[in-house]
């Protein structure tokens, strides 16, 4: 037999259950919840009848949804025995009040007032991840809302976050809030702000976050074969070498060849603000990213820093090439008007990839005797 109480307890043990509570906050279908009481055996009935009499009162008192009952016969009873059969609840709300637990209460009321305030997008983050929202002011959960929606790729042109004239956001909000916005941009924008980093995303100025990836690729050019540097130290110190390789993904590292007197920087992703160190201009400089919206948006802003950057194997020959096997939907795409910064074939491309059913074809897909004869054919122009 189970008692109010101990149903309470297992409730309120749910409502720690991540999946539970947004399966049963957002999905009305969830509803009503039949919670089954075990039936008293005939040998309890039989000899422990004030037990028995104990449970059905505390099942009668019960005023939180409704309590199912049923006619059951018992060997050791003369008449029939109305026993409770199931606890059932109709909505989140009852649900909350049959844990009988103040922490419990406190955290639904919290996350019901966020919710009427924010987007509907973000309903599962807050309720999946209250951790982020719990212990932070609700006016600032709701602000990071309303932020969330008013940013979008490269909006920061080059301001550090701090700068950006955004109503109501002082200069710590980012600080103090920053993997809750982080959250809220991905879930706009498809993951694309973990992926690159804030700064990067939103064409920030890097105040420290964003560390770059530095490959020498003779082997001999600094004492170290790879090593990470923030991109504001890139802006002020000159890297060795003749030539520099730009590689949108870190993880494209594995197809890149020795190559004398050139290094190679990965990672940059949209953070390309460093690009405009005048030491560059003293380079053969070479971009190479995916061939999706992102990445020719990311080739535009690099040749606006640079205009004397070389563009490997980002063109339309190379998608048609290898994208019937390899290209795949990209999941959000950039602006719907080619950026400027391309030329007229990469703004064809940029426009064909926008209509494409399968417009994404990531770099790391290309063969690597491809990558290699690219990065050996410029360096030796």
């Known amino acids: 037999m189970k008692s109010p109480a101990e149903l309470a307890s297992r409730l309120a043990r749910q409502w720690q259950n991540a999946d539970l509570r947004e399966q049963r906050l957002l999905n009305a279908d969830t509803w009503p919840l039949r919670i089954p009481i075990s039936k008293p055996t005939g040998g309890t009935v039989r000899d422990n009848p004030g037990s028995v009499r104990q449970h059905l009162q505390r099942w009668r008192e019960i005023t939180v949804g409704k309590t199912q009952w049923q006619q059951v016969r018992f060997r050791s009873a003369n008449d029939n025995v109305e026993i409770p059969v199931a606890w059932v609840l109709a909505s989140p709300s009852e649900w909350i009040q049959a844990t009988g637990n103040s922490e419990v209460r406190r955290e639904y009321q919290r996350l019901s007032r966020l919710a009427a305030a924010l987007d509907e997008r973000f309903h599962s983050l807050i309720i999946r991840r209250r951790s982020l929202v719990l212990d ?52 706009l924008f498809d993951g694309q702000v973990s992926e690159t980093g804030l700064e990067a995303f939103l064409g920030a100025e890097d105040e420290g976050h964003h560390w770059l990836l530095v490959a020498d690729l003779e082997g001999g050019l600094t004492p170290f074969s790879q090593f990470r540097v923030r991109a504001s130290e890139l802006q002020k110190t000159p890297l060795p070498g003749q030539h520099l390789l730009l590689v949108e993904n870190e993880r494209c590292l594995h197809q890149l060849p020795h190559t004398p007197g050139t290094i190679a920087v990965l990672g940059s992703g949209l953070n390309l603000s460093w690009l405009k160190a005048s030491w560059l201009a003293e380079k053969n400089l070479a971009y190479w990213g995916d061939l999706d919206t992102w990445g020719l948006t990311m080739l535009a802003r690099a040749r606006n820093h640079q205009p004397h950057l070389t563009p490997l194997l980002m063109n339309q020959a190379v998608f048609e090439q290898f994208a019937k096997e390899n290209a795949v939907e990209e999941p959000q795409p950039a602006e719907s008007v080619a950026p400027t910064g391309l030329t007229t074939g990469e703004a064809e491309l940029y426009n064909a990839l926008l209509e494409a059913e399968r417009g994404r074809l990531e770099q790391e897909f290309l063969p690597e005797a491809l990558v290699q004869r690219a990065i050996g054919e410029w360096v030796g122009k």
């Open 136 to 187: 932070k002011p609700e006016t600032d959960v709701i602000r990071c809302g309303k932020l969330a929606r008013q940013l979008s790729p490269g909006c920061a042109a080059g301001k550090p976050l701090r700068a950006l004239p955004l109503a109501g956001i002082d200069s710590k909000f980012f600080e103090r809030n920053r993997q809750l916005v982080v959250r809220m941009l991905d879930i």
